[in-house]
């Protein structure tokens, strides 16, 4: 677990980072998973929930030491990482109301099964209990008086995905539609959404936030590096999209995007979307 906080005016930002978990096959990793609490005098909203037990009680502990009662949890799409630790933090915090867009909820109920069968196949007996479903929200909501905005931006790792933007702050929190220094989960979607995921960037950039909370991150790293997270994120769906038109295998593909980013984690994420990428487009 790795905790930054960065404060300005009267709302903070607290990031909790699950570590990288080992699949139970033992041949991977899945990538360090963010959730950021924003912290008010009173009160605090969570923007993302974990998924692994140990990572949902270690989160609601952080919640707990800030004293503030929890309004919110916000999901910011449909990815089981990001949503399966409702139900665990709203038995301990029941002042928390679980909200997501629409798409997002319809995203979940349609994969629910899936992403059941495919949590317990990663994970085993560390997934949470996922009883608990987001409600429907639309447009923003407050904490404090301050507008916490959503942006519905489209594509992500996924579509529909969603941004939480926090102009008080100038802060954005935009699941994983950014990344930090760890390989792009690109295997999910494919070339014809991957100038839409680049047009969700360049939405994020237009906000011009001085605090971006990445989905996905190097525990180590700062939020305000905001500069370097878009340019990098922007680059390696760049390179990954050319790369993959000229690579003749996986391997070829892997070693290509790893040579242009040596320094990030989480190897197994770039070998999974070359490899979805020769099975749906190349096969």
């Known amino acids: 677990m790795s905790q930054a ?14 570590p990288a978990q080992t699949f139970e096959s033992g041949n991977g990793t899945f990538s360090p998973t963010t959730s950021t609490l924003i912290v008010g005098e009173r009160d605090a909203v969570l923007v993302d929930a ?37 139900a665990e933090l709203v038995r301990r915090f029941p002042s928390a109301k679980p909200i997501a867009v629409q798409g997002v909820i319809d995203y979940i109920e349609e994969t629910q ?15 949470v209990d996922a009883s608990v479903r987001p409600e429907r929200v639309e447009g923003g909501f407050e904490l404090e008086g301050h507008e916490l905005r959503i942006i ?9 995905s969603t ?39 360049e939405q994020i950039d237009r906000l011009n936030p001085k605090i971006l909370v990445a989905g996905h991150k190097r525990p180590e790293l700062p939020d305000t590096d905001v500069r370097r997270m878009l340019d990098e994120s922007k ?12 690579a003749k295998t996986p391997e070829a593909l892997v070693e290509s995007v790893k040579a242009a980013f040596p320094d990030f984690g989480n190897l197994w994420t770039l070998q999974f979307s070359a490899r979805s990428f020769f099975q749906n487009y190349r096969s």
């Open 113 to 127: 099964a899936m992403a059941s069968r495919q949590w317990t196949s990663m994970f085993g007996a560390r997934v």
């Open 50 to 86: 974990q998924h692994i037990k140990a990572d949902v009680a270690a989160l609601g502990d952080m919640i707990a030491a800030t004293g503030k009662r929890l309004t919110h949890i916000y999901v910011t799409h449909g990815h089981a990482d990001h949503w399966y630790g409702i």
């Open 163 to 201: 941004a939480i933007h926090v102009p008080s702050i100038d802060a954005v929190i935009p699941g994983d539609v950014v990344y930090n220094k760890i390989h792009m989960m690109l295997g999910l979607s494919g070339p014809q959404d991957w100038p839409k995921w680049l047009d969700s960037l």
């Open 5 to 18: 906080e960065t404060v300005q005016s009267t709302l903070r930002t607290q990031v909790f980072v699950g």
């Open 235 to 246: 680059a390696y769906i760049r390179t990954f999209t050319e790369a993959s038109a000229t």
């Open 152 to 160: 519905e931006v489209g594509q992500g790792d996924i579509a529909p």
